[in-house]
């Protein structure tokens, strides 16, 4: 359908809304303007820009990540939604959608920087839920998540014999509304479809009794887990971003203690056995403050480290332990899983040695980073990849600003759409290296 086709569709669908009464539950407003809010979903942009018609006067201004505007005024036509980001060189997103008379709106900026998207949703509906019950709909912007399950219950619930209020919301497609015959306070969980793994927990959710809502999940950092924020369709154009109760983290084992280690998380087991130069698998914790100890299986017990961390909400991350027993030393490092551009890889190196004071990382003999301290990690940066894994690579390492090699890591193969963390591990004269493949 053309644009011009659909602003005719949209006509008669705002001329059904204005025959109904306004309920301030979704209902769309008697005989009024057009009104849009923005909400910005895109997790690499401080904050964004967005104009209709290239208009002087903008209708949202460095609207901040997991923010969202208030509805805004705008006149029944075809418009051009440009969306910028500061210092950006050109739009990120150009679309063009038919507003008609008397409809609120919802404009959904997602994805990254590099391959942004936007969605125009209509807000105005005709229903009218009863009291003790609320409607609902779901859109899933989140990276790599092709369809989720959303739970509402009551907190504590068990969702293993629960089954979910919107089952296989599908990547960017709006689901329709459904009514949902319950009261909050709610926990809200989301999981891959089909599945009771939780990659979002949240307590307190509130939508209005006999109102008008819609979840929208997305994703920052994380290779996994998801973040939503719940938009009400009532005459305000109120809602709520929420934090996820849940974080996770793997563990790198890059210690010269003899035996395997285990990890605790705020006294309990959490990783067993993990042997030199292993890494473990993403583990889910709690977000926030957490203390976590390291012992070795041949004196458990006794702790060898303990390091307190703060995981942000639906966030990755990387511990790495290094050194001798009796000196361990922790490094806690933020994971950014997102999708790099396209046709790239995502990859950072890490000092993990206690022995080399600082190194100089070479990527195809050409050097990438300098000066990477002991205990350090280097910043991201994106390498050229195919999605047959078949692109290959040398990794060199230095000892800074000299010609000396420590370290030559031949023959290594990536893949377009992953992020990859390269640790330097061991004691000098020793040095090994362990490429990871994080996402």
């Known amino acids: 359908m053309n644009a011009r086709r659909a602003f005719c569709a949209l006509l008669c669908l705002g001329a059904l809304t204005l025959a109904g009464c306004d309920s301030g539950q979704g209902v769309g407003a008697a005989a009024g303007p057009p009104l849009i809010r923005v909400i910005n979903l895109i997790p690499d942009a401080p904050s964004i820009t967005v104009t209709l018609d290239n208009n002087s006067s903008p209708l949202v201004a460095g609207l901040p990540f997991e923010n969202f505007s208030q509805y805004q005024q705008t006149d029944q036509a075809i418009h051009v939604f440009t969306v910028s980001v500061p210092g950006g060189q050109s739009n990120i997103v150009t679309s063009t959608n038919p507003i008609v008379l008397g409809v609120n709106y919802t404009f959904i900026v997602y994805g990254t920087v590099q391959a942004a998207k936007s969605q125009l949703i209509v807000d105005s509906v005709v229903l009218f839920p009863g009291n003790g019950t609320f409607d609902l709909r779901a859109f899933n912007v989140a990276n790599g998540t092709p369809a989720v399950d959303i739970y509402l219950t009551a907190p504590g619930a068990d969702i293993s014999q629960t089954a979910p209020v919107i089952q296989n919301a599908a990547y960017a497609t709006l689901g329709p509304f459904g009514t949902v015959n319950m009261t909050g306070p709610f926990e809200l969980r ?182 990477v301290a002991s205990n350090t990690a280097s910043p991201y940066t994106e390498l050229v990849a195919d999605a047959t894994g078949m692109t290959t690579y040398e990794f060199d390492f230095n000892v800074a600003g000299t010609a000396t090699p420590v370290l030559q890591i031949p023959g290594v193969q990536i893949s377009t759409a992953k992020t990859y963390s390269v640790y330097v591990v061991g004691a000098l004269g020793a040095l090994q290296g362990v490429v990871v493949a994080d996402d």
Do not use: C, W
């Open 190 to 371: 989301i999981t891959p479809a089909n599945t009771k793994d939780v990659v979002f927990d949240a307590l307190d959710v509130s939508i209005p009794d006999a109102g008008l809502a819609e979840i929208i999940v997305y994703s920052t950092g994380s290779s996994r887990l998801v973040r939503a924020a719940v938009l009400n369709n009532d005459t305000s154009g109120t809602g709520q971003v929420y934090d996820s109760l849940i974080a996770e983290f793997k563990f790198l084992n890059a210690s010269s203690v003899g035996s395997p280690l285990n990890v605790f998380v705020d006294g309990v087991l959490t990783l067993a056995n993990v042997p030199y130069a292993g890494v473990s698998s993403y583990q889910v914790t709690g977000a926030g403050t957490r203390n976590i100890t390291v012992q070795s299986t041949a004196t458990p017990g006794a702790n060898l480290l303990t390091i307190v961390t703060s995981f942000e909400a639906a966030s990755d991350s990387s511990v790495v332990a290094s050194g001798p027993a009796g000196d361990l030393r922790g490094l806690v490092l933020s994971d950014d899983n997102s999708p790099p551009a396209p046709g790239r890889a995502r990859i950072r190196f890490v000092n993990a040695s206690p022995d080399l004071a600082a190194m100089d990382v070479y990527v195809n003999f050409v050097r990438q980073f300098g000066n």
